[in-house]
């Protein structure tokens, strides 16, 4: 529910006429919560029940997506509301989804359970913006998948009272995090080969963000094909995902993570400049 949200808010403002600046504010507001109310949105979710927080975020999450198209439209300014608000409280759903394994695994299935929910979240997330929205933008337009994805949201928040266990919760801390920006410079300055690895997953990172929130804007305009294209104009980039996944390992034992960062820092760099020539 949450990636065809995303999806559909791109292709609205894309369809729009947005320029890619108004584009990049859009993907900057699916940034700015986790960056901003990161920490902050881990102590409310462990402050507040498993099955309250999940539910309460989902329904939430929701009610904006009927509300916002209903009432606002999907102009650029609202689709920006939409999902900062969407995204801010997803900061306290996202770390419930981790907290919550103990009240539906075993001490030994914890891993399992862990790596299942990311397996589960990257499925949906694929099949949303490669199967589920495209297909749905392109038959109804872009207004009805912002409520297909609150249907999702709400059928979420329906099976959150399934799990079982207890609901064990602490007090909601009144005091902000303290983080140390100069005793963490400090460490790192210490430790270069973290530091080098932080630096790279940051370029990298950031890179892969521009990609996904230009991309409608991409196609559109150096492609002159719709904006709903994206999908499978990049969709080749799974293959690569899945690629390095497996090879990954392999290439480190052999060659070091530093190495194998780099090159792939090169590879990220080449392909978008190459993507810069075409048209």
């Known amino acids: 529910g949450q990636q065809s949200l995303a999806f559909g808010a791109l292709v609205a403002v894309t369809r729009g006429g947005a ?137 979420a928040a329906s099976r959150v009272f399934d799990l079982e266990g207890g609901d064990s919760h602490q007090q909601l801390r009144e005091t902000l995090p303290q983080v140390k920006v100069r005793a963490a410079l400090r460490w790192l300055a210490g ?19 521009v990609l996904q929130t230009l991309a409608p804007r991409y196609v559109q305009s150096v492609l002159h094909v719709d904006a709903t294209n994206s999908a499978y104009v990049f969709a080749p980039s799974a293959l690569g995902l899945v690629t390095a996944l497996l090879s990954a390992p392999y290439l480190m034992r052999i060659r070091g993570e530093r190495v194998i960062a780099l090159v792939g820092l090169f590879f990220t760099s080449a392909a978008l400049m190459l993507l810069g020539i075409v048209g």
């Open 191 to 209: 430790h270069p080969a973290v530091a080098t690895m932080i630096i790279v997953s940051v370029l990298t990172g950031t890179a892969n963000v």
């Open 19 to 155: 320029s890619a600046f108004e584009v990049a504010l859009v993907g900057s507001a699916a940034l700015l919560p986790p960056a901003l109310l990161g920490l902050y949105g881990g102590a409310v979710a462990d402050a507040l029940p498993k099955r309250v927080a999940l539910a309460g975020v989902y329904f939430l999450q929701a009610l904006l997506c009927f509300l916002v198209p209903i009432f606002g439209g999907t102009d650029l300014a609202y689709m920006l509301i939409l999902l900062l608000a969407v995204n801010a409280l997803g900061q306290v759903s996202g770390p419930t989804e981790s907290s919550v394994l103990p009240l539906v695994a075993s001490k030994e299935e914890l891993a399992t359970g862990a790596s299942l929910i990311a397996l589960s979240s990257a499925a949906g997330g694929a099949v949303a913006t490669a199967l589920l929205a495209p297909v749905l933008v392109r038959a109804v337009g872009v207004e009805p998948v912002l409520y297909i994805a609150g249907v999702l949201l709400l059928l």
